[in-house]
């Protein structure tokens, strides 16, 4: 074991040196490890060391039923916590054969899509703030404190929000939430304007990110990137489109794709999807159906014998759950196919031959959540 | 007043040691005045960030928050000042005295109203340049010596980035050097009477200003220009490893360094403690000269100071390489056409 990490310990020559990124860093936003081989400034050689935040998430999942597991993977990708419970949902109701009531189908797309736009905002706050500019994480925070606030009237909670459950969701919706979402998108979209003038139109940011860190189409198909990240490259990948689930076949919306790779176009990307999620809310946002918020489930889960897959498309790609039933009311096995971890792939490809400042660019461009990646 | 307290001094400790007296006074004066400004700039920089980002900022340590610069210096001095394993010790400990003794020597010939300057030397404003470039060598030491490759990397972008934006913002000085025939600090201020640099000194002024301006906020590695400490890059840069006063200590010479490039701007191209006239408004003029001279200079200095924190707010950081390219491709040549012009405008006596 030891001599299997020391022969992936990056040797350096004298001309060379080694530091290491992390794992308590400000710009790996969590506990991700780089060992970078530095030429002066120039990265030579780049390795990502993995598992300071490993739980066992998949491991621990086998222990439980299935209505408990779906809580922990609010923990993976926190900031898509919502729609990560909406995936293991799915995966379940698939596995019972169940189905959801119209009105909770609306109310958890409603929910995903606030989520997306809740993560892309923090995203590019964040984004800001690893540039160097620090204002823009305040204007992020903005609106995102007014989703967070929808989410704490119907959720009771405002990150992890454990608010999907097998057959629909926990609660009805908050009389409130209505007008609260309508005056979001309203506010969003007069502000959105801040946004561009902050950073997209800034000749240093541009500079910063046009041109860097390009990804070929071809290069992230074979490391199977998905999301915004993909889609900057000119990969068509959108799972909202391409295997609608809950109530994305009834709302039209664009796909964004640029054919750029560069961090620049992965924040374009980003920027118009926030657009295209307020226009997914405002479809939905006045046609809620009415009816119950869940169908009646048996207290106790047992999924007939048998392996069921299902995707949905986190804020950061796609997410897959891989389940495996043996007719027990626990999961045999569970696998989650995060959208983080692959993306980490195109990471080192990226990032080769630029500068330290490039790769706090691209890490930004990226949007790694580390607990994602480890599980 | 000021003769009235030589006197004294003479009569108490005799002429041999009067003046030497004088000299620790005039210094401790110096001292608590650099100390003061910086504690008002910390505040003043805390509000201004956090107004410029839709909070508040400090409001719970005295009336609005003014005193919790003086909090935040006490818990600085309770705290250890932690030495890495392996550091050069000597260098690691001179290296912060001598970043803010440099800054502390740079306010001696700078003049605060036509009575109080410390040292009216006729070299002054070569001596503000010349001192202030030995900052570059605390801050490499520091960098060396704390055995962290961070703290490495950002000293030698530190001093890349120095050594290269003192030319530009020299070249800047130049300019106004070449108009006003003096490099006198109170020869400069003077020859300013009837009006400032950057207003009859037409365009090339106005370039030499900006360009002043963006070399000077560069030698302060402060944003858009802070690679040296780029915090998500770097983690603190050169004084990743400092900690307690000779944190501080690095804190405050960056402070300090802000308000002497304020001042050198100040007296170079907004006439120092020369109130603002319009020519043919008497009543106009008349009720400017009433205002007293400090209060125009530190009135200039603020606003260049706000100036300073608005670049630092609104901009995001260039990279090392955009950063030289910055310098040596548009400043320096600028700087050095607009030099010749400037030359040609003062030998043509096209100045009024």
Redesign the interface.
Same mark, same amino acid.
């Given at each position: 074991m030891e001599q299997h990490i020391e022969s992936h310990i990056i040797q350096s020559s004298d001309d060379e040196?080694i /530091?290491n990124v992390g794992p308590q860093?400000?710009?790996t936003h969590g506990v991700l490890h780089l060992q970078l081989k530095l030429d002066g400034?120039k990265i030579v050689d780049l390795r990502p060391f993995l598992g300071y935040i490993h739980r066992g998430i998949e491991k621990m999942s086998e222990s439980l039923t299935y209505k408990q597991f779906i809580y922990l993977t609010s923990r993976m990708d926190y900031l898509s916590a919502h729609i990560n419970n909406q995936a293991c949902c799915l995966v379940i109701e698939k596995g019972l054969q169940t189905e959801v009531p119209e009105r909770a189908k609306v109310i958890r797309t409603l929910m995903a899509e606030l989520t997306r736009l809740a993560s892309h905002q923090l995203w590019w706050g964040s984004t #800001?703030?690893?540039?160097?500019?620090?204002?823009p994480?305040?204007?992020a925070f903005?609106e995102r404190e007014m989703i967070l606030e929808i989410f704490e009237e119907t959720c009771g909670s405002r990150l992890t929000m454990n608010y999907c459950v097998p057959g629909g969701v926990m609660n009805d919706i908050h009389p409130d939430f209505v007008r609260k979402v309508k005056q979001l998108i309203k506010q969003f979209r007069e502000n959105i304007h801040e946004y561009d003038e902050? =950073?997209t139109g800034?000749p /240093?940011?541009q500079?910063?990110t046009q041109g860097i860190g390009y990804l070929s189409k071809e290069d992230a198909i074979a490391l199977s990137c998905s999301g915004p990240v993909a889609r900057a490259s000119g990969i068509s990948c959108d799972v909202r489109k391409k295997n609608p689930y809950d109530a994305y076949d009834r709302v039209s919306f664009d796909e964004i794709i640029a054919t750029e790779g560069d961090c620049f176009a992965r924040y374009r990307v980003r920027l118009e999807e926030m657009k295209q999620s307020m226009n997914i809310i405002e479809q939905l946002i006045d046609n809620i159906p009415t009816g119950e918020y869940r169908t009646k489930i048996k207290g106790i889960i047992k999924l007939p014998v048998g392996e069921y897959y299902q995707r949905v498309e986190t804020a950061r790609g796609e997410l897959g759950v891989y389940l495996v039933s043996d007719g027990s009311n626990k999961p045999y096995r569970i696998k989650f196919r995060t959208p983080n971890f692959s993306n980490l792939g195109a990471l080192k490809p990226m990032s080769l031959g630029g500068? /330290? #400042?490039? =790769?706090?660019a691209i890490m930004a461009s990226l949007d790694l959540i580390i607990p994602d990646i480890d599980r | 007043m000021i003769h009235w307290i030589g006197q004294k001094l003479n009569d108490i400790f005799g002429p041999l040691w009067a003046p030497y007296v004088g000299y620790i006074l005039v210094g401790l004066v110096i001292i608590t005045l650099v100390v003061v400004m910086a504690v008002i700039s910390i505040y003043l920089e805390r509000k201004i960030?956090a107004f410029?980002?839709?909070?508040l900022g400090p409001m719970r340590v005295g009336k609005w928050g003014t005193l919790q610069a003086f909090a935040d210096v006490f818990k600085l001095m309770l705290k250890e000042s932690l030495t890495p394993a392996q550091a050069d010790k000597q260098l690691f400990h001179i290296a912060p005295y001598l970043v803010l003794t440099v800054s502390f020597l740079a306010f001696a010939p700078i003049a605060f109203s036509p009575t109080l300057q410390l040292w009216d030397m006729n070299i002054g404003v070569l001596y503000i340049t010349s001192i202030s470039s030995v900052g570059v060598i605390g801050i490499l030491m520091a960098g060396w010596s704390s055995n962290n490759?961070?703290s490495l990397?950002g000293a030698m @972008?530190s001093g890349a980035q120095i050594v290269s934006y003192e030319l530009s913002a020299g070249i800047a000085i130049l300019t106004i050097v070449m108009m006003s025939g003096s490099l006198s600090v109170s020869g400069i201020i003077q020859s300013q009477a009837d009006g400032w640099w950057i207003f009859k000194g037409h365009i090339p002024a106005i370039i030499a200003f900006v360009i002043f301006a963006i070399a000077s906020t560069a030698e302060l590695n402060r944003?858009?220009f802070?690679?040296a400490e780029?915090?998500?890059?770097? +983690?603190a840069g050169f004084h990743t490893e400092y900690s307690g006063m000779q944190f501080a200590m690095f804190f405050l010479a960056e402070y300090t360094n802000m308000f002497i490039v304020s001042m050198l701007g100040t007296t170079l191209f907004l006439g120092g403690w020369m109130p603002l006239h319009i020519a043919n408004w008497e009543t106009f003029n008349h009720l400017m000269d009433k205002i007293p001279p400090f209060l125009w200079f530190f009135g200039k200095v603020f606003i260049s100071l706000f100036m300073i924190i608005w670049f630092r707010? +609104?901009?995001? @950081?260039?990279?090392?390489?955009?950063l030289l390219k910055l310098e040596w491709k548009y400043l320096l040549p600028i700087g050095m056409v607009n030099l010749v012009i400037g030359a040609i405008v003062t030998w043509l006596g096209w100045i009024f």
């Open positions: 040196f /530091i860093h400000p710009s400034e #800001g703030l690893d540039m160097g500019a620090v204002s994480f305040f204007y903005r902050l =950073l800034n /240093i940011f500079s910063r500068k /330290i #400042g490039d =790769l706090v | 960030a410029m980002q839709m909070r490759k961070y990397l @972008r944003a858009p802070d690679l780029a915090e998500q890059e770097l +983690t707010w +609104t901009f995001p @950081r260039l990279r090392i390489d955009q």
